[in-house]
């Protein structure tokens, strides 16, 4: 069984993370939690939300706390965050983990579903860290970490707009980065590359695809949730306190 590190300074850190019931987000969850940290996740899908908190509680005693929420209904999501920061008297660490990469031809996709696309994977991100950084401005120090993709950089068929929000997020991590670092406060991205979450096998990771995906990877392993959530605590960590505006990439080796 593999030992990950264990980082003191996440120990009662207040920790907000968007798209915690499912996948990457729901691995981050339970990785904070085991850390000590005082997380809350927002989640449209709140049985698997729920079923998180009561997971995670069974394995380590630190449950997180679950709001059912819809990140492009904006005004929901900074209060949530405004509440948590009140009742925390911080917040610490944001992550803009939700996204969604459903395939869309670009001859085909309207007004609607492009915006809707950018709704999820850029608005929700810059209207949270909008809402986040006020409080981090005031403890004169703060983490975001922003989830992006390595299809920027490979730019995959059929998603147009996903990677063209993936892209922004990246910019928008340099941005913040250097608006904010007089207060103390990090910015970074992280780019997983095709990660064996539970949707992408149901959906595209085949085994065919799988294998023929390795064949492009340096590690011919399985690249999983925990690998990003790994690389997630430690830019959260003050192991990581000089490292701010980068994107880090996490694909076993695929770019």
């Known amino acids: ?20 019931a499912t996948g990457i987000g729901a691995v981050m969850v339970e990785a904070f939690c085991k850390q ?23 394995k380590c005693g630190n449950a997180p706390q679950f709001q059912h929420i819809d990140v492009t209904n904006i005004d929901a999501l900074k209060t949530s ?6 009742a925390a008297h911080k917040i610490d660490v944001l992550i803009n983990n939700v ?24 608005d929700a991100a810059f209207f949270a860290s909008q809402a986040a950084i006020p409080f981090m401005q005031k403890q004169c120090k703060g983490n975001i970490i922003n989830m992006s993709t390595i299809n920027v950089i490979i730019a995959p068929e059929q998603m147009p707009g996903y990677v063209a929000a993936k892209s922004a997020l990246n910019g928008l991590s340099k941005s913040l980065a250097n608006e904010y670092g007089v207060d103390g406060i990090r ?3 992280i780019m ?6 539970e949707r992408q096998i149901e959906s595209y990771l085949t085994p065919k695809a799988q294998a023929d995906w390795q064949k492009s990877l340096a590690l011919k392993e399985t690249l ?30 695929r770019t």
């Open 1 to 20: 069984m593999k030992k990950y590190a264990n980082y003191p300074s996440l120990e009662g850190k207040a920790v907000f993370i968007t798209g915690g």
């Open 36 to 58: 000590g940290a005082k997380v809350l996740f927002v989640d449209i899908a709140e049985k698997e939300g729920r079923a998180v908190c009561l997971a995670i509680e069974k």
């Open 81 to 86: 965050i405004e509440n948590f920061a009140k």
């Open 99 to 122: 996204g969604n990469d459903n395939r869309h031809s670009p001859l085909d996709i309207d007004q609607n579903q492009w915006r809707k696309c950018m709704a999820i994977n850029l």
């Open 187 to 189: 910015v970074n991205s």
């Open 192 to 197: 997983p590359g095709w990660v064996a979450t």
């Open 224 to 253: 999983r949730p925990i690998h990003v959530a790994n690389m997630a605590l430690f830019l959260a960590a003050d192991d990581s306190e000089m490292v701010t505006g980068q994107a880090f990439i996490v694909d076993a080796g």
